[in-house]
């Protein structure tokens, strides 16, 4: 997560719950937002429906922009000659 401290509740959901249920939406064929993800912790994980939908979208976002950054990172130093 960030150094920025949050305001608010905290999550009632963790980071992994989070990425698990981005890749139940992805193997669903639907796009992982606040709403989709939101069904699939309430359904999966036993989240509570009250959890806010744009919160949890701003935490998708991130993970999805962390994944794509590893992937490029990992593709980058497998082309990188060996020293």
Sequence with gaps: ??????EG???KYTEAQVSRAIEIVEAA???????TVKAVLCQE???SRGINAQSLAEEVKRQLA????????????SLSPAA
Excluded: I, S, Y
Aim: hydrophobic residues 25%.
């Design 66 to 77: 962390e994944r794509v950054r590893e992937e490029r990172e990992a593709l980058v130093a």
């Design 45 to 47: 994980f036993g989240v």
């Design 9 to 11: 509740r905290p999550p």
């Design 1 to 6: 997560m960030t150094d920025k401290p949050r």
């Design 29 to 35: 064929g639907d796009e992982p937002d606040g709403n």
